[in-house]
């Protein structure tokens, strides 16, 4: 009896840390398709569990909006332990290699010609869906602004109706759309082969507009251990991030210097 007592208590023993293991919070929006919701239907959310598996440690969210200060009064005051899908070289917060690398794209009719350059001519003549990002536009319009194409543009807020700039283009209420890679191979896919989608031309808008991106995973600069941990995590995991990747129908580019860190950025 002594001795089955005392594999009992080993076996307790073992299994404590295990029980005791303190999860990973990733700080996430509870509503933004297909990148987080609440019901844990994004692909950062399905990421994020993919890197707690590797880290042997239970995932929980910390619901949050990302606006302005978000790192500064959320991340750095210890609400979440990390960010998924965040710029490489992002301020703020010390960030992983990246785990993918994606573009904004155009956004076209199958029936029309592609267009990939912000510099094509038909442009001119084109109602031109772009993102608003809060009180500001995304990056797209910027580049069109300085080509003197800005009644050209039609706004979209980026809301619970994400997906209207994409619905926009498909049912022939603009001529082409200018979207960031993820949203738009998520939305499009819903129209089968009706829509065509073009990486943006060029990479780097003149002076230094980026349209490419890579990201990883963002911490506080201060946890460099847990910055470690997760970089093997997704070494580990990448097979299986390339596949939830695939599944939502992200474009994804090759890996490597960005036109950024080519031109000595």
Request: glycine content about 8%; aromatic content about 8%.
């Amino acid at each position: 009896m002594c001795s089955g007592f005392l594999k009992l208590l080993l076996i307790l023993f073992v299994a404590m840390p295990l029980c005791a293991q303190r999860a990973i919070t990733f700080c996430a929006d509870p509503q933004n398709p297909p990148f987080s919701t609440r019901q844990g239907r994004g692909f950062e959310n399905r990421i994020a569990e993919v890197i707690g598996a590797e880290l042997h440690q239970p995932v929980r969210f910390k619901w949050q909006r990302m606006g302005r200060g978000f790192v500064r009064e959320i991340v750095n005051k210890g609400e979440c332990d990390a960010v998924t899908a965040v710029p490489v070289g992002m301020r703020g917060l010390r960030v992983t290699k990246p785990y993918f690398r994606s573009t904004y794209v155009f956004v076209t009719r199958r029936s029309r010609d592609p267009i990939d350059s912000l510099d094509d001519p038909r442009l001119a003549n084109m109602k031109i869906g772009v993102q608003v990002l809060e009180d500001d536009y995304a990056p797209p319009a910027r580049a069109l602004a300085r080509r003197r194409l800005t009644k050209n543009v039609v706004g979209f807020e980026m809301d619970e109706n994400a997906g209207d700039i994409i619905a926009a283009v498909a049912h022939r209420r603009v001529d082409t759309a200018i979207v960031w890679g993820p949203l738009a191979g998520y939305y499009a896919k819903q129209y089968g082969n009706a829509l065509r989608l073009t990486s943006v031309k060029p990479e780097v808008d003149p002076p230094m507009l980026p349209f490419t991106f890579e990201l990883g995973v963002g911490v506080r600069k201060s946890d460099t251990e847990l910055l470690n941990r997760i970089e093997s995590a997704l070494q580990l995991a990448r097979p299986k991030i390339q596949r939830i990747l695939k599944a939502y129908n992200v474009p994804t580019l090759p890996m490597g210097d960005t036109p950024q860190e080519r031109a000595g950025q």
